[in-house]
């Protein structure tokens, strides 16, 4: 079943000048994907000057490419800027708004109906997570044969041939997630919510922080929570598995619902202070709770440009007829902690799921990131 949750349209600053066609070629080939995606968001707040109704600059004309998006929650508030993702950059390189279907609650048949769907009509490229080990591998060559390209996003699997994939590195994310549990809770007990057990975009995070703890903090037990893909009946979920084992040292999750849900009910409980707690992603809530201590963390993994990026890449390589490979590219993990969580709560930007459109202002000095390395 289809759905959607944003009908954000691309937005359009007061300043002047465009970015072409020439420019995204040419910048993705001077970095990659973090270099092509800096040089299209800085765009995003020009106008676009462009005398032709398919795209700006000098670049040929082309075809009026409609790009599918399926997707495991359609109506997921997580998948809210990668919406707004999608549709930016198909509207910045002039073309329709991708379409945004598959299945509510994760069912995998319900996406594999819409990917077949999207290769019967013909879809010129398709974007999709892949949440399934082995059901889109018949699909993604059934689309590649008839010369749709296909991309992962925000899930990745093993085996199968999508030509890339746009999201986190999961299991890292999991594993280090993992081992910030183990810097605050060092034995005992610990809850960790899970929408989709065995779903390949939360599973490897799950697996990845049971690795971490066994290896740094051995006397932690995880106990995990089974949320269910529905957002409303993940906090029902949490309050049920907490009210039967409040010995819990720590509380956490590894999907954007339940680790808003576990911001609730801390709150809710008044145990702010006295339980660890910490999860993914940037609902209001999550935000809220790390504003009030009720979480110690979340983590950022850029949404937006897990829509934002499949459509440029897709693009780019219908362009050239299939000469600029689409780069696999890691969208990052921040952890958002009350150190940093300011600039997150007082933007409100749709990059990252609010309501604002505003320009939001660098900083006067920006941090030194981790010092770059270089393997021989």
């Known amino acids: 079943m289809a759905g959607s949750i944003t009908e954000n349209e691309f937005p359009l600053g007061s300043g002047e000048g465009a970015v072409g066609r020439r420019s995204l070629l040419r910048t993705a080939g001077l970095g990659g994907g973090a270099a092509l ?10 106008s676009r000057t462009s005398t032709s109704s398919s795209g700006a600059g000098d670049f040929p004309k082309t075809p009026a490419w409609k790009f599918a998006f399926i997707n495991h929650v359609t109506t997921n508030s997580f998948f809210a800027p990668t919406q707004s993702g999608m549709k930016d ?60 390209p296909v991309v992962a996003y925000n899930a990745d699997a093993a085996g199968n041939f999508a030509l890339t994939y746009v999201g986190q590195d999961l299991y890292q994310s999991g594993y280090q997630m993992g081992l910030k549990i183990a810097s605050d ?56 598995a907490y009210q039967g084992l409040k010995s819990a040292q720590g509380v956490y999750a ?35 709770g790390v504003k009030s201590g009720a979480l110690d963390f979340t983590i950022d993994q850029s949404a937006y440009l897990q829509g934002f990026l499949p459509v440029l890449y897709l693009y780019l390589y219908r362009l050239t007829g299939t000469l600029v490979f689409p780069p696999a590219t890691d969208t990052g993990l921040t952890f958002v902690t009350s150190s940093n969580v300011g600039p997150y709560a007082s933007a409100d930007s749709w990059i990252e799921g609010g309501k604002s459109k505003a320009l939001v202002n660098m900083p006067s000095s920006i941090g030194l990131p981790a010092a770059s390395t270089v393997q021989g």
């Open 37 to 46: 995606a800096a040089s299209v968001l800085a765009a995003c707040s020009s």
């Open 89 to 148: 950059a198909a509207s910045l390189l002039g073309l329709a708004a991708p379409t945004w279907t598959g299945s509510e609650n994760g069912v995998v048949s319900e996406m594999v109906s819409a990917f077949e769907t999207a290769i019967s009509a013909k879809a010129d490229g398709i974007a999709i997570p892949l949440t399934d080990a082995n059901a889109f591998i018949a699909p993604t060559k059934a689309a590649l044969a008839a010369g749709i």
């Open 185 to 240: 809770v060092t034995s005992g007990d610990i809850l960790v919510g899970i929408s989709q057990p065995g779903s390949l975009n939360v599973q490897p995070r799950l697996d990845g922080i049971k690795a971490a703890l066994k290896a740094q903090a051995p006397s932690v037990t995880v106990h995990t929570v089974d949320t269910g893909a529905a957002q409303a009946d993940e906090l029902n979920a949490m309050e049920s």
């Open 254 to 288: 590894v999907d954007a619902g339940s680790t808003a849900s576990i911001a609730q009910m801390i709150t809710k409980y008044g145990i702010t202070g006295k339980v660890h707690a910490g999860g993914f992603d940037l609902l209001a809530d999550s935000i809220t």
